[in-house]
C-alpha cells in the first residue's frame, strides 16, 4: 500500500515524541534526521524534504514548544501541520461552472489508467447529483473508444462517440450539443495519451482547449511512477495548464513520493486518488485526512463516509427488526459481512481507526472472510437459520463444499456464537438510544479511559 514505508517510520517517530516530558535540540536533530532518510526513501523531491525539515526545526526549536509540558503532542502536532501543507493545505474540490454543462479534460500520457479513471470521475460525480455524459476524445489507441463504451455500460452512464471521425475538436463540440439536449451537466473529455510527451501531443491538446473552453483540465498520472509522475505534471502544467491531478493506483506498491511533491512542484493540487481497482473506488483527495493516516491518527469521517455510501438503509432497518425478536443467524452475519466488504478491505479498513496502527501484532488476513463467505454458502437454508444442527456429517459436507476442513468450520461456528451472543445484547432500539445516551453523557474523563482501553 502507498506510504507504508514512509507511515511505520514516521509513526515511530511520533511515538518516541509523545510520551517525552523534554526534549532537546540534539534529540530533536537526531529524529529529524530520521524522517528526512524516509521520505527520501518514499522517493519525495529532495529539495521539498531540506525545506520540509527545516520548517519543522524552525518552528520545533521554538522556546515555547521546549519550554511546554508536553513538547512531544507540540512537535507531533507541528509535524502533523507541516504534512498537511505539503500535500496541498485544503481539499481542492472541481469547480463547477453556474451554466451547466461543466467541461472537464482528462489529460496524461498512455497507460496512466485515464479512460478508467473517467468512468470513475463520472460514477462518482453522480452519487453527488451531477449527470455526466462521458466522451471518447482517444481517436488513436486501438480499442481506446470500446474500453469507454464498455466502462459506460457497467456504470450505466451515456458515452459519446464518433468512429468516423479523427477530428477531436469536432467530436467534443458535438458531444456538447448532445449534452445541452440531454440535460447533462458534466461533460468529461477522454483525451488520447502517448507513450512520452510529444509536441504532437500538446498541440492536440491546445486545440481542444481554445476551441471548447474547458472549466477543468485535470491531468491523470500513475503515482507508481513515483518522481517521473511530478516531472509529467510540472511539463503539461507548463504546455497545457492544468487544475488539478488525479493519482491513480495509490493502493499498490508506491512508496508515495509522488503525493508528497506534487502541489510544490507544479503548484497544483491533488484533486482525487485511486485507491484500488473497481470503478467505486476513486476519492475526493483530503490533505488533513491523509496525513492523519500517514502517522497513524485513523480517519474516522472516511469510514462514516463509506458507511453512508455502501450501507443498504433498508437492510440495516431489517436488522435491527431481526434483533428486536433475538433473532441474528447465519444469513444476518453474511448479509452484514458482505455490505462491509463493499467499503473496502478490511485491512485498509482497520488502519483507518485511531490506535489501530499502534497496535503492532494485529494482521487480517482478508482471504480469512472469503473463506466464511464460502461456509456460509455451503449450507442449505436451515442449517444457516440453525447452526445447532451442524452435526459431524454436515459439518464434514460443508467443508468439502466450501474448500476449507472441518476445524475451520468448527473455529468459524464458535466465533458465529459469541457475536450471535452479543448481538442478543442488544434486544431492542430502547436499550441501544439508552447505551447512546450514557455515553453522550460521560464526563471527559470516563471517555478518556475507553480511547486508553482500545490502544
Known sequence: MAFEGLSS??????????????????????MLREVKLALLEADVNYKIVKEFIADIGEKALGQDVLK???????????VKDELVELLGGTQSDIAFSPNPPTIIMLVGLQGSGK????GKLANLLRKKGKNPLLVACDVYRPAAIKQLQVVGAQLNIPVFANENSKDVVHIAKQALNIAYSKLNDVVILDTAGRLQIDEALME?????????????????????????????????????GIDGVILTKLDGDTRGGAALSVKKVTGKSIKFVGV?????????????????RILGMGDVLSIIEKAEETINQEE?????????????DLNDYLAQLRQVKKMGSF????????????????????????????IICSMTAKERKNPKI??????????KGSGTTVPEINRFIKSFEMTQTMMKKVKDRKSMKKMMSQMKNMDSKELQKIKNSMK
Request: proline share 3%; no cysteine.
Open 316 to 328: 440495516a432497518e431489517e436488522l435491527a427488526k431481526q434483533l428486536e425478536k433475538k433473532e441474528f
Open 9 to 30: 517510520k514516521l509513526q515511530e517517530f511520533t511515538k518516541k515524541l509523545r510520551g517525552k516530558t523534554r526534549i532537546t535540540e540534539s534529540d530533536l536533530k537526531e
Open 347 to 374: 485491512s485498509s479498513l482497520l488502519k483507518l481507526i485511531p490506535g489501530m496502527a499502534d497496535i503492532k501484532d494485529l494482521k487480517v488476513d482478508d482471504k480469512e472472510f472469503i473463506k466464511i463467505e464460502a
Open 390 to 399: 451442524l452435526n459431524g456429517q454436515r459439518r464434514l459436507r460443508i467443508a
Open 276 to 292: 484500488g481497482e473497481k470503478l467505486s473506488e476513486l476519492e475526493t483527495f483530503n490533505p488533513e485526512r491523509m496525513a492523519s
Open 68 to 78: 511546554s509540558l508536553t513538547p512531544g503532542q507540540q512537535v507531533v502536532k507541528i
Open 115 to 118: 479512460t478508467t479513471t473517467a
Open 204 to 240: 492536440e491538446l491546445q486545440k481542444v482547449k481554445q476551441n471548447v473552453h474547458p472549466h477543468e483540465i485535470l491531468l491523470v498520472v500513475d503515482s507508481m511512477t513515483g518522481q517521473e509522475a511530478v516531472n509529467v505534471a510540472n511539463t503539461f502544467n507548463k504546455k497545457v
